[in-house]
């Protein structure tokens, strides 16, 4: 795929308002104090000794800040910023535009790094640790190698999932940091900020109240906060208090957890289908009509952090908590068969 198509691609991916709403620089991440703080020194470091900051691995699950980070990081350093996604460099051909334009010291970001297929992936190998590419040239008898330097650059790789990563690849970073889910006080400020940012007046409790229904996640917060806007400029005098925001919310179907319809449709599937489990995912997907990746991904890591779900050796399994979001009563647990045999 031309390079030009990919950076379309990622320009129109993030909302216009998205990237309103994200921090512009190192200073106005809120959270994340222990990522933060690490990135922070090797950066400086870098400024300081003039030298090209070290790989940087991103893991953890949507909208945590994997992108924030990579952009603010080359922002702060003053470095040019690329940007490509796993999924859409399918050849090692795709990606050589990429590495020949980095310039020294730039960084080039590649977003769902698990997706880059293994010949990519061994393309990468010694543009990370030698600045170099081989390429092939010519097939059979005459086929041979050249090797192409390259200026010493900084790949800052984001992946919702560290386990595809081969361990070759997650090697060749020098840090590696996962982004966790965010307290209520950091979701709230973040709820603050952004409403600052759009211009609305809201209630300390209505920030809040956003956040404790955003599944610890600041995109979710963020987009609750532009529906409860829209709502408070509807049907209110476009101040968010916290009665309208509650009542914009449960008009959005979001439960007092933060739960969205699909969230709920995902423990509803795996109670009133598979009686509470264990079930693999990918029957549940199935019987959803959805991706096994959106639910592995996107939803499941909450509900885990939640303890609504458990992984089990045999699958998923809603906890005694699930049953009760459901206003269901917890099945008595069953007798352990090991545990008989030995009475
Ligand atoms: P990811 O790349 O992990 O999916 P993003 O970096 O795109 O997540 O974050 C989604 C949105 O959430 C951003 O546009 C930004 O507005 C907000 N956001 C994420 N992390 C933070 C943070 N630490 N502080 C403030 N806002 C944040």
Redesign the pocket.
Known sequence: MPRETILKQDATA?TEE??F???QRMT?????RDV?ARIEIAVDAARKRSEPLGHIL?D????????????VIPRDLGVPLQIASGAALSAPKDLIPYLTNASEGSVLFI?EIHRLPKAVEEFLYPAMEDFRIDIALGEGVNARTINMPLKPFTLIG?T?RTGLLSAPLRDRFHMREH?DF?ALE?LA??VR??ATKLRVKISDDACTLIAGRSRS???I??NRLRWVRDYATSRADGEITRPVAEAALDMQGVDPLGLDAQDRKYLETLLRVFGGGPAGVEAVAHTMNTAVDTLSDELEPYLLRAELIVRTPRGRRLTDAGYRHLGTIPPKPEPDPQQELFE
């Open positions: 993030a998205d990237r709403l994200r921090p106005e991440i809120v959270g994340q933060y991103f953890g699950p949507p909208g945590l800040g994997k992108t924030t980070f990579a952009t977003d984001a919702t982004l965010y950091e400020e973040i900020r952004s996640t600041p995109r917060a963020n």
